[in-house]
């Protein structure tokens, strides 16, 4: 079903149908901020390799408390865009 009708992913599902369909992996990073202080952060992005071209796209989960949490489309469309995938693949054919 195309949007504006297609329902929204839950963020497991995406992550799901993007390991599934399209190889994508999940990932997280710790790193240390440069300076004095030291603070470690945590990274989380998706990763996809294409023709040997590594792809990532970042995504920051502060919003989502669980995988139950619902992605909503401007979110979807740009992971879509960073990791070459074409969001009619979730049901979204309108720009």
Partial sequence: MAYPFAAA???GEL???L???FDCEFKSETKVK??????QFIITFFERS???ETL????DLSDFENDDAIVNLPIVKS???????DAKNFGYTLN
């Fill in 79 to 85: 992971i879509c865009r960073r990791l070459r995938i």
């Fill in 34 to 39: 440069s300076g004095e202080s030291g603070e």
């Fill in 56 to 59: 990532q796209c970042v995504i």
């Fill in 9 to 11: 992913p839950t963020l």
């Fill in 19 to 21: 390991k599934k369909e």
């Fill in 50 to 52: 294409i023709n040997g």
């Fill in 15 to 17: 992550k799901s149908r």
